[in-house]
């Protein structure tokens, strides 16, 4: 018989120094049932790793953490915070929380449900007895929004009484060390003895392969342009062989891919500060070379373009200001079934003037102009799991990707041919002008006519006097999408986050009180529903 410790809440000790006396109580009582080595699955201390993620990076390392912990004599696991709710918490009681934050200073999808519940008035629970503590994800070039989902998080957490037992970290883009080190702290209190320093494994170590740390240098096979004369877009497909790697990917999944600046940007940020270009330079991760390789290669330069230059900044002080430069993200817009041992993307080139100043995007036009054919760069697969077709083939899907949000749909319509799924199809696709942005448009129409694409809707922006948007669309067909949905129909949007997928969101909601006959509060109901059940996922950004 197993003998369970009780150490009264009255008793003089903290809360968590009673969860440790609980639990070391418990492993002395039951010792002789305890499995030799290891704590018993009875007297492990319960510990849940909650995520909020939507490219996969809080997930990814929440379910490091969680393999971690358990190494460590926790009873750990990691959960979705869409599979949660806020009384969960009180249950589970140990909750740390990994979160990243979207949009602008918004919670990702999968966290918007549990935030709603954390924030209904009179019904959010009282959260005595939990303690967390919160790792936020967020990028520094967002400004006043960096890591604002996870700041709120927590502000709410401790108002509704739950116990931060280490303080919350933000981390910027580079967030392995920070992590350890939150992560090794919080097991410290949590078990209430010193814990070694946290070894999580990073997604690199984990995987033996190629990865965002080691990445395979991917030859270039193909940069297609994909509008024709007239068109004010430059959007190339793209296409990388795997040739020698024995890499694969799910369709959904993103790819990164280091790049390099324009030589010609560089320079001119050297010369505009009077720099030696060939003065030796600290490396961000280490090593070094000379400025001029360095700044192609390895540090972000575009925000000091065209910028008044403060022409005799010391180079100490130069260099102290540079963030490294990030591989970019990219939806994978092909199946590897239909292409064996290709990737491809479908990528619009960035280029905007601001105060007069050209600029580019460096990552697009480094695929779209410098990179050449047959020529090499470091690419790796970044996994989606938010964003998958229904493992049941038979389920309908549709599918909102106007401009470049395209991409994932032509590799789930060339997966859903490869596994001969059965369900419908249906597609709305978008840009400025049919004749020459309409994307993908031979392979397309070809899916209508074997009809495989059960339904196409397209909206042409600029093909008129007023704007026709994907949205337009769908609330035209209103009654037919509500009976879609009702059939269980999963549904998809890719693209642009700021206005488009903001804008299909509403209009999703206005479908289902309008064709679904549904009140506002039923139909965000029904919309976190979907959500639950897998059936609502955006790939947005
Ligand atoms: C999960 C995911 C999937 C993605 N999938 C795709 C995809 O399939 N296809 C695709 O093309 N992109 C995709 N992106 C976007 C992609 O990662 C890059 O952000 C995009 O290519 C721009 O990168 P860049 O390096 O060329 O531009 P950067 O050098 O990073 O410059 C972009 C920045 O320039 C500024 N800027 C841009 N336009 C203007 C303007 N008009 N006026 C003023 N400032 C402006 C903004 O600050 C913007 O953030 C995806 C992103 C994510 C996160
Ligand atoms: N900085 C921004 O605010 C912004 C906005 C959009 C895209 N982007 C970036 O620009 C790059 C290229 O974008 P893209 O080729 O994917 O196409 P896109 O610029 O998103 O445009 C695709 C189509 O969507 C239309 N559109 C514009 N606003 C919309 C809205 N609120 N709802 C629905 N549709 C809308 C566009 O119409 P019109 O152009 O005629 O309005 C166009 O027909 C991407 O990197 C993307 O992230 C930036
Ligand atoms: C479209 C988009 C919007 C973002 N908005 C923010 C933001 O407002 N604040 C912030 O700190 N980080 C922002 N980020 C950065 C993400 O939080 C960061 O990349 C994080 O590591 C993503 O983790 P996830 O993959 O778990 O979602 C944004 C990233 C993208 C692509």
Known sequence: MKIVPFIPENAPFSVEQRAWLNGFLAGVLNRGAAVSGAASAETKRPLLIAFGSQSGNAESLAKRLAREASGRGFAARAAGLDSLQPADLIKEQNVLLITSTWGEGDMPDNAVSFWDSLNQNGSSPKLDGVQYSILALGDKNYGDTF?????????????????????????????????????????????????????????????????????????????????????????????????????????????????????????????????????????????????????????????????????NLALAAFMENLRKLQPRLYSIASSIKKHENEVHLCVAAVRYSSDGVPHKGVASTFLADRLPLDATTGIYFHAANHFRLPADLTRPVIMVGPGTGIAPFRAFLEEREATQASGNNWLFFGDQKRASDFLYHDQIIEWVQKGHLTRLDTAFSRDQEEKIYVQTRMLQAASELWQWLEEGAHFYVCGDAKRMAKDVDDALHSIIQTAGGKTAEEASAYVNQMKKEKRYARDVY
């Open 147 to 311: 890591c604002l989902a996870g700041k709120k998080l927590d502000t709410r957490l401790a108002e509704l009484g739950a116990k931060r037992i280490v303080d919350r970290v933000d981390c910027d883009v580079e967030f392995d060390d920070l992590a350890k080190k939150w992560s090794a702290n919080a097991f410290t209190v949590l078990s209430g003895v010193d814990a070694p320093a946290s070894s999580i494994a990073t997604e690199a170590e984990e995987e033996a392969g190629y990865s965002k740390k080691k990445p395979f240098p991917a030859k270039l096979i193909a940069n297609v342009p994909l509008n024709s004369r007239g068109s004010s877009k430059d959007t190339r497909h793209i296409g990388f062989s795997l040739t020698g790697s024995d890499l694969t990917y799910e369709v959904g999944d993103a790819l990164g891919v280091f790049v390099q600046n324009c030589p010609k940007v560089v320079d001119a940020v050297i010369a505009a500060h009077a720099f030696d270009p060939q003065v030796v330079v600290a490396l961000p991760d280490g090593g070094s070379a000379p400025l001029r390789e360095a700044l192609i290669k390895h540090y972000e330069v575009r925000n000091l373009y065209g910028k008044g230059p403060e022409a």
